[in-house]
């Protein structure tokens, strides 16, 4: 009797230990309602394929995502694998809290992502952070307002401008709309920044100094100053995020605006019956595409996590094009690997779309002082579009503290 | 002292101990913090002394949020109370439709804080606010004011919702005050002729000051170190122009990451706090004596 109480003992551990040799730990931000579902599915699928790692999966909201990581290591209680922004990576890299992915990675496992997506997520030259989903922004125009106004879709910033006048003079409706405040506000600003040639910092990757005191710079801010002061854009800056400038573009009460693949669809799902396109953002001349802004979030591995091998494993595994094409579709984003790039749920319009975008976007500028850096341009972009400060007083002013900023 | 004396503080030592230590841990963690170069994740880069500190008094928004600080706890404690009183006068009469009246103005204290802050930025939106539809039907205002693009608007309003979500609890003090009068001296005060106002001036008021004073430090507290209002309606901005020290500190901790620098913020904040309380107690006291 005890003989074979100990031999079903010695099973149950010994199956216990095969099941769960290891625990992988997983969060991961909310893109949308369909984010959870399609990462329990990769949960399922991988624990079925590898039954020896059990993966614990978290999904939180993003809007306190920043919080969360930080609070997490700071506890020491992060996950092991944290699907986060690129933006966020030298920080995490600065305070030794991520593990380079190269000696990880094959060849062939690199091969399967675009070189442009890698090289961008790089910080001191090696891979921090794995490119899990992207997107690129796209010109919104109302078709019906633009043409109301006698204007023709534009091309270029001029004829942005004039178009916006137009609209805003001969219509009720505003003519182009600029982001005052909240997340990716700054990024707003970048779309003139870059194509008038100006840059915030005078590198993407690694910069030292702020370049906001360029003459470029200082057009692209007089620029949307001046679409400001002459009413060619919706009033109150200030007062409105990008939900708030895609509500206003919902309900045709404005022409033009600058955003992500999420304003098509919500157009087409909530039933609004907008006349639009979604084209390039506009160049300084016609005959060249205008540069557009990319974003890559990325996947980052914990310097701490003691089942590296595992959570690689796991990484490559959800970049399985179905799956990309499951969550990433859904969440009207793109996917990062060619393979997934052929999926059907990809060759939807708006998607499509952005797709065309990606050749001409720009990744925005990454720093350790990056949130810092960020607000102090935010706060001087809002005291210049309210009129409290001129573009070049708005520019010397970034630009003073941006320098010591980056210094710290 | 003997052991008859002793017994009583051997009774409370456990708690009193447990309490020390809850109280006592954060602020001690909170002051090494602030005394080291502190990562963005916690890890402690070595004793700096008074650096972080003086960091802090470097920076001119410090300044400028400090006082703004100091003007949104007194605007709102102030507007608080003057409100509140009356309402709390009137509730302590017995009218037709006391019950509801009670429930109407205590009702606010039900729902949180930031799902009323939610509900105003909804109110004040711009194009689909019902202030601004409501002015406009009205015939006040010709066009859209946009509420929250400007600190001139913006903040007064922040104010405006303080107080309105302050005044439940206050009133809840207060009618707690006005119950525990004994109705006899003004049955004898109405006899001898006295009119409501020179009840009111020479019984109710200088009866109900403890708990007024109750209110104010209790409000002080409160609002000194409210959040919700002004992150959820203006983040701070625009440009800083409606930022509190809470938000302030919040900015500095978990998004630039510079938890040496927010620890020294927060060190202030508890300084600032305790002088107030310390202070405003020392008067309450000398007055009573």
């Not at chain 1, 996950?79 to 600065?94: E, N």
């Not at chain 1, 310097?303 to 009207?332: G, H, R, T």
Request: a positive charge; hydrophobic letters at 45%.
């Amino acid at each position: 009797m005890k003989k074979n109480l100990l031999k079903v003992l010695a099973t149950v551990c010994a199956v216990s230990t095969l099941s769960y040799a290891s625990t992988l730990r997983v969060s991961v931000p909310a893109y949308s309602d369909d984010t959870k579902p399609g990462f329990e599915k990769i949960v399922a699928d991988f624990e079925k394929a590898n039954p020896s790692i059990d993966v614990k999966l978290e999904v939180g909201s993003w809007s306190s995502w920043q919080q969360k990581i930080q609070t997490d290591f700071f506890s020491g209680g992060n996950a092991d694998l944290i699907y986060s922004t690129r933006g966020w990576v030298p920080t995490y890299v600065g305070g030794g809290k991520l593990e380079a992915l190269d000696s990880y990675l094959s060849k062939e496992d690199l091969a399967q992502f675009p070189n442009s997506l890698l090289e961008a997520a790089k910080v001191n030259g090696k891979l921090y952070a794995l490119p899990s989903v992207t997107s690129a922004r796209n010109l919104y125009v109302n078709l019906d307002l633009i043409k109301k106004a006698g204007a023709s879709v534009p091309t270029t910033w001029n004829e942005l401008k004039e178009a916006a006048v137009k609209v805003s003079k001969k219509t009720d409706a505003a003519g182009f709309g600029i982001q005052g405040k909240e997340v990716e506000m700054e990024k707003y600003f970048y779309y003139a920044l870059w194509n008038f040639g100006g840059s915030v910092l005078d590198k993407t990757v690694g910069g030292t100094k702020s370049a906001l005191n360029s003459p470029e710079a200082l057009k692209a801010a007089k620029f949307y100053n001046s679409l400001i002061k002459e009413g060619a854009s919706q009033k109150n800056v200030a007062s409105y995020n990008r939900e708030d400038l895609q509500e206003l573009f919902k309900q045709g009460k404005l022409a033009m605006m600058i955003t992500h693949g999420v304003l098509a669809e919500q157009i087409k799902s909530e039933g609004h019956n907008i006349n639009f396109v979604q084209t390039d953002v506009p160049g300084m001349d016609s005959s060249k595409k205008g540069t557009t802004l990319g974003v890559i979030d990325a996947v980052h591995l914990s310097k701490n996590s003691k089942v590296k091998e595992d959570a690689v494993k796991f990484l490559m595994f959800s970049n399985k094009p179905q799956y990309q094409a499951d969550w990433i579709a859904k969440a009207n984003l793109l996917p990062v690997t060619h393979a997934a790039g052929k999926e059907k749920e990809f060759e939807a319009k708006h998607l499509q779309a952005m797709i065309s975008a990606v050749p001409n976007a720009k990744f925005a500028f990454i720093h350790t002082k990056g949130t810092k850096i960020i607000d102090i341009l935010r706060n001087e972009l809002q005291a210049m579009y309210a009129g409290k400060k001129t573009p070049e007083q708005a520019m010397n002013s970034a630009h003073k503290k941006i320098n010591r900023a980056a210094r710290r | 002292m003997n052991q008859k004396s002793l017994k009583p503080l051997l009774y409370i030592a456990p708690s009193f101990l447990l309490a020390f230590i809850i109280i006592s841990y954060p602020i001690i963690d909170l002051i090494r913090l602030s005394l080291n170069d502190v990562s963005t994740f916690g890890d402690l880069n070595g004793f700096i002394g008074l650096l972080n500190y003086q960091d802090v008094f470097e920076d001119e928004l410090f300044f400028e949020v400090m006082i703004r600080t100091l003007f949104w706890t007194v605007s709102v404690v102030v507007g608080t109370v003057v409100i509140s009183v009356p309402i709390a006068l009137a509730l302590n009469e017995d009218f037709y439709g006391k019950g509801i009246a009670t429930t109407i103005i205590m009702l606010p204290w039900a729902i949180s804080l930031a799902m009323t802050a939610v509900i105003w930025k909804w109110i004040l939106n711009p194009d689909y606010g019902m202030l601004n539809h409501l002015l406009i039907s009205l015939g006040l205002i010709d066009e859209n004011i946009g509420w929250l693009a400007d600190a001139s608007t913006a903040f007064p309003m922040q104010i405006l919702i303080g107080i309105l979500v302050s005044i439940p609890f206050t009133i809840s003090i207060l009618m707690g005050g006005l119950t525990s009068i004994p109705k006899d001296i003004y049955e004898a005060a109405y006899l001898d002729g006295a009119s409501y106002l020179t009840r009111l001036k020479t019984l109710t008021l200088p009866l109900l000051k403890p708990f007024i004073n109750i209110a104010i430090v209790l409000n002080v507290i409160y609002v000194f170190n409210s959040f919700p209002i002004i992150w959820i309606l203006t983040e701070g901005g625009p440009s800083n122009s409606t930022d509190i020290l809470p938000t302030y500190l919040y900015k500095m901790a978990f998004q630039y990451g510079e938890i040496g620098l927010a620890a020294a913020v927060s060190i202030i904040m508890l300084a600032l706090l305790l002088a107030f309380t310390v202070i405003y107690a020392y008067f309450a006291m000398k007055e009573k004596k």
